[in-house]
Each structure stands twice: as C-alpha cells, then as structure tokens.
Nanobody
Framework: QVQLVDSGGRLVQAGGSLRLSCAAS????????MGWFRQAPGKEREFVAA????????DYADSVKGRFTISRDNAKPTKYLEMNKLKPEDTAVYYC??????????????????WGQGTQVTVSS
C-alpha cells in the first residue's frame, strides 16, 4: 500500500499564495499518478489538479487553471500544489491522492485508491 500525508494548509488572505505538500511512503518504487482534490463544507469532493507519472502531463480544473501548479519530486517522493491568487471560493479541505499509473483520465476521482487525511485551506477576503 501507499500512505499519503498532506500538509501546508492555513488561513490566508485573498490574493495570497500557499504551497501544499504531500509525502508518500510504502510501495513507492512503482509509478503513480498523483492528484489533488478538495471538498468545501456541504459540497461534493471535486477535482483540482493531477500529474501523470508516465509523461508528466497535467490536468487542472477550470476554476484553478492559471493560478495553481502541481509538481512532483519522485526522489523524495513528494508532490506539491502551488496556489497563487487565492480566492475565498478556494476555501476547502484539500486532499492528495495517488493511483498506480494509468492512462485513465486524471480527473477520475474513483480511480484513486490512496488518499491523504486532508489539510484545511481557508481564504479570507
């Protein structure tokens, strides 16, 4: 199995920046696609960003495109979500996720069997 620990969430003013981290352990010798999802109070969990192990291609939700950047360090292994120009609507619990590498759509929530515990991001105006 793969264990994921996400961190970095905090209270931040609108327009500010934040970097979330996700440390992976366990069976990390094989390739894994890595993703970020978020869930606001009373809302469904939604896709945010993901990166494919096979070719490092990425996908972003329209709501964060141009503001968020996902990256990974396979050597550690750790993945990051750089968040810029944060908006109040970005407020949510953010979860990192992983799956054995696949050609399935990166935003397919149910294809990810491994999840972090979540880290709270609150953006105030």
């Amino acid at each position: 199995q793969v264990q994921l620990v996400d961190s970095g969430g905090r209270l931040v003013q609108a327009g500010g920046s934040l970097r979330l981290s996700c440390a992976a352990s366990g069976r990390t010798s094989s390739g894994y696609d890595m993703g970020w999802f978020r869930q606001a109070p009373g809302k469904e969990r939604e896709f945010v960003a993901a990166i494919r192990w096979s070719n490092s291609s990425t996908d972003y939700a329209d709501s964060v495109k141009g503001r968020f950047t996902i990256s990974r360090d396979n050597a550690k292994p750790t993945k990051y979500l750089e968040m810029n120009k944060l908006k109040p609507e970005d407020t949510a619990v953010y979860y990192c996720a992983a799956r054995p590498w696949s050609w399935d759509k990166l935003r397919s929530t149910h294809s990810y069997p491994y999840w972090g515990q979540g880290t709270q991001v609150t953006v105030s105006s």
